[in-house]
């Protein structure tokens, strides 16, 4: 059985953030091509990079940033 050298998790963390070269996101493109595995990671963080930049999560943050400018009760 030959042994798979996998995608780093800087180059998928890369991907998901939309910051490869042609030439990188080819080599990314292929690889999950036939690794399971990889792809499995690859879409996790694609997954979490959707979320983070949602309308969903915009609404999320200035709520949470307004509540902390709140006095502390108690």
């Known amino acids: 059985m030959e042994a798979v ?3 780093s ?3 998928i963390e890369r991907y998901a953030l939309r ?4 030439v990188e996101l080819l ?4 690889h999950v091509a036939s690794c399971p595995e990889c792809l499995d990671r690859l879409q ?3 997954d979490l990079a959707a979320v983070m930049r949602s309308p969903f999560m915009a609404k999320v ?3 949470v940033k307004a509540e902390r400018k709140r006095p502390a009760q108690g």
Do not use: P, W
């Not at 080599?27 to 292929?30: N, S, T």
């Open 27 to 30: 080599q990314v493109e292929k």
């Open 19 to 22: 910051e490869l070269s042609d």
């Open 61 to 63: 943050r200035k709520i």
């Open 5 to 7: 050298a996998h995608l």
């Open 44 to 46: 996790g963080e694609v």
């Open 9 to 11: 998790i800087e180059l």
